[in-house]
Each structure stands twice: as structure tokens, then as C-alpha cells.
């Protein structure tokens, strides 16, 4: 619920970072505002927020001279003119009013200088659509052309305009994320329009890159798995690709299981979305595996969530047999902590992943090969051989210290030599 606000100017001038912008701002002498989430949240109650100003004029210009004003650095962001302006302690993006002009769905946008309402009026959601001035008389005066107020009071998020899912299909997404992060809900024919364009296959207008980074911000919420329940009952499971499994439950206790081993939270629960009904999972895999590497992550954080989407049944299965702790070393080592993390939510016995991920993980020997050469041993395999059987047995208890190290590990070397 949005707090009752009695003095937004207060508020806002009470904000981290507001003494020194506010003057610097006036002394740039064009209209400027607190704009997007950073309104909405200070509305919330937020005491504290990330500053997004938007400056009626040209932007790239004011963060400049607000950056000359601040003995700061400006780093220009150049696709929609923002740049990011920094001095000490203080971080603002700052950007041109704009209106965005879509030449096909799905698209980019062609960004073109324009009034703060267009600005305000080419954003996702009324609750991020509302500015609050800073400079001169409207210091502090609420800007909400769209009625994100009301929509804060009642816990909705509404698009601003009926093609804004088409335009932009990365909103659907977003919209998801809102209503999980503020515990909110889609107003009603946001929500048939959300459907309706899940339908239509908006999704695919989009690149891959683009749904990626919107669905990973999803992913990585504390209340995702809401978020994937959503997901579901608007179709957009499916509309993402149709072997994509959104069971909540599975991606909540892969967040967990992400906790608990050192993973990725967003990848691991990627990871079970991918990871499919059995059912699915044969037929499908490769189609998912397409459909990943399309979202364009990393190379290792893509090879985590295939890694973990393909083998985690069987890990987790696996897990359930007894184990010797050098067997169970081997058997993990080298292994990315998100299938590890995966296998966890699909039933894996905790005992034995945590085992493994406190205490067998990052067991080492104390002595290395040069300490070996040093004793005497010519240079061959069985160096290596000697070793690797030395930490077997000292991650099974069977001897303890750099001393006893180092009498096996010569005397299993000198055997094989
Ligand atoms: P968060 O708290 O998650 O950072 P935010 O609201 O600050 O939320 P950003 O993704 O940083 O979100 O975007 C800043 C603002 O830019 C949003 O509040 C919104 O007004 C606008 N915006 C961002 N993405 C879109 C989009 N795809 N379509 C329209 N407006 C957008």
C-alpha cells in the first residue's frame, strides 16, 4: 500500500544524495525529475532509492555540466541518450525527456526528444510511470498523468496504452515481476491483453537477449516462484517456449538449494524451468537447449543451466546411493554448483550435498608435487597418480597432517616407480 503522502517535498529532499543534487540541478537552470521505480518507491515509504532523473532539455548536455557542477565523471550510455554521472558517494542516471516511436513490434524503439508527459507516457506500468519535480517551484510536486497513484493505492499494475504489450512484449515479463515484488495484481484488462499477446506469440518478436534479461531479473525476486505461477496461468510458460515447466514449487526449492551450495539462484532456477516434466524432458531437451543458448548468456552460466537442466534428475538420483566420501568427491569435482543445486530441490539427500559443498569441496593437500621432487622423485605420471590416492585417503579419514601426507604420497610414488 502507498503510504499517505503529507509533504513529498520533504520526502524527496530527504533522500540520500538530494543535498548535494538539488543545487547542482537548479544551478543547470532546466526543469528536472525524480522519475520511474525511484517514484514509486519513495511513495512506498522508501526512505532511500536509486536516482533516475529525467532533465526537460538535452540530456548527454546537463550530464555534463552536472557533472563539471559535482566534480564528477559522466559515463554516456549513447542508444537512448542516458548517461550516468558519478561524484564521490553519489551515483545519478540522467536522461532527456523522450518519447520512444515503435517502428514494428518487438522492435528497439527510435528515441526522439520530447515533453516530460510523452516521457512519462512511454513507460510500462502507471506505478512506474510518474515523475516528481526538483528544481524551482515544482521541487517536490507530484507528476501522474497516468494515475499510478491510485494504482499504488490499490495494489494494481496497468499498462499505459493497449499495444504497450506488443510494443515492448519484455513488459510482460516485467509486469510479473512488479506484481511478485509489490505484491500487487494485473488490473484486469491488463491482464486479457497480457494473455492475448502471450497468445499471439508476442514473445518471439523479441530477441533472446532482451527476454533473458528480463527473465533472469524475474528469477532472481525473493517471491519468484509466484512470479511462475503467473507465468503459467497467463500462458507465458509456453509462449517463452512450449517445453518450459513453470512449477513453482520446483523453482522455489532451487532458489533454496542455490542457498545451499553457492549457485546461482536466477540460473538454477532457469535451470528448473528447463529441467521439464519427465515426460517432456527427452523429446524436448534439445528444442531447450536451442532455446537457451539463444538467451545469450555466457558461456559458462549457459553451460550451468544446461549442465544442470539435463543431469540433475539423474545427480539426484545418484545422490540417494551410499557414498564414501572420496567416491562422492569424484564423482562431484569439477561439477558447476547448479546442478548440485538442482538435483537438492528434486529430492538429493541434503546431508550429502551439504557434505559435499562444506567440507569435501574444498578439502586439499597440503603438499604438492614439488614437494616430492624434492625428496627425490623423478618427474612421471605416478607423481600424479601418488597424489591423487593421497587426498582419496585423506578425504575418507584415513590419515591426517602435512607429515602423513607426505610419507604416503613418497612411498606410493616410489612403489610405481
Ligand atoms: P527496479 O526497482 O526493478 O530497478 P525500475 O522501475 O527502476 O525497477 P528499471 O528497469 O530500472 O526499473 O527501469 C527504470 C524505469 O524505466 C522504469 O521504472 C520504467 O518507467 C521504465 N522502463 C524500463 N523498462 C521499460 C520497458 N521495457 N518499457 C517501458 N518503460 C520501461
Redesign the pocket.
Known sequence: MALPVTDLRALVTALPGMDALLPALAELGEPSYL????V??VLRGARSV?L?VAVEGDGPAAARALAERLGGSVVLHDRFSTATVRAGSLAVDLAGTRREVYTRPGALPTVEPASLVEDLG????TV??MAIGLTGEALGRLRDPGGGRADLETGLIRTLHPA?FLD?P??LL?AL??ES?LGFALERETARLAREAAEAGALSTVSGVRVRV?LM?LLAEPEAPRSVTRLAELGLDHALHPAVDADPELVAAAKLGALETGASPALTALAALCAGRPEVRASARDELEVWVEALGLPGPARDAVLRAAAYANALAKALRASWRPSELHELLEGEPPEPLALALALGAPEEVVLLYTRRLRSVRLEISGADLLAAGVAESPAVGLALRETLRRKLDGELCGREEELRTALELAREAT
Open positions: 522519475v520511474g521505480g525511484a514509486r518507491d536509486d533516475d512511454r513507460r510500462d506500468f512506474n510511470a504497450s515492448d519484455t513488459r516485467r515481476r512488479y515484488r528480463e531479473d
